[in-house]
């Protein structure tokens, strides 16, 4: 078994929601990236970081992932130490870089308000902005034990509400033009592999 193998099926053990949370991010990531005519290299390493974008939250207390109401503010604090914790778990591996920084900085704002460094604009690297898009969608759509799933007209209204802001206009338009072509939820995604990609490359800014 591969270390990513090897991590993916700890993460389902521990919670089975992420597990589907990440299959479901990590099409959504593809269908960004083949939607910006990425390579089909860059595209696979894209569902590698969806599919692995939450896997720091190994590190965090079963209890918090499954409390079923708000996070205190020290709570919220625990919980956003993920994204650390899953770059130390893939950093070593033979995830790619593209999946690696993603796995990081999934969290970031374009605005700076986000988590872990603070990032802004396009100092956010640019497979970040792809997987956080596509980690709100799929958290907008999924019915959690403390609310019900948005429909997806109302996902991608937020989405564009936020555009700008939150997230990168031209992350969210590429997610627009992929779903008017394709359903959502998604049917049940294959095992995603890894794929290679370089970061020197900045396919869309």
Avoid: N
Avoid at 24 to 36: D, F, K, T, Y
Avoid at 95 to 116: C, I, K, N, Q, S
Avoid at 122 to 137: C, K, N, Q, S, Y
């Amino acid at each position: 078994m591969s270390p990513v193998t090897e991590l993916v099926a700890a993460m389902q053990l521990k919670d089975p929601y992420t597990r589907g949370h990440g299959d479901r991010v990590g099409q959504a990531s593809a269908l960004i990236g083949a939607e910006l005519r990425l390579s089909g290299d860059l595209v696979a390493a894209l569902r590698l970081a969806g599919t692995l974008h939450d896997i720091g939250k190994l590190g965090v207390p079963g209890a918090l992932l499954r409390k079923p109401g708000p996070l205190t503010a020290a709570e919220r604090r625990t919980v956003q130490r993920h994204p650390g914790h899953g770059y130390a778990l893939v950093r070593d591996t033979g995830v790619p870089a593209v999946a690696r920084v993603a796995v990081l900085h999934h969290h970031e704002r374009l605005d700076g308000a986000g988590y872990p460094h603070g990032l802004a604009g396009r100092l956010i690297p640019w497979p970040a902005r792809i997987v956080a898009v596509a980690d709100a969608l799929d958290a907008m759509t999924s019915t959690r034990s403390y609310r019900q799933a948005r429909p997806v007209a109302a996902a991608l209204a937020e989405l564009r509400r936020c555009a700008g802001s939150q997230f990168d206009p031209c992350v969210v338009a590429a997610l627009g033009r992929a779903l008017s072509r394709h359903p959502w939820p998604p049917p049940v995604p294959q095992p995603a592999g890894a794929g290679a990609g370089s970061l020197a490359r900045r396919p869309f800014g």
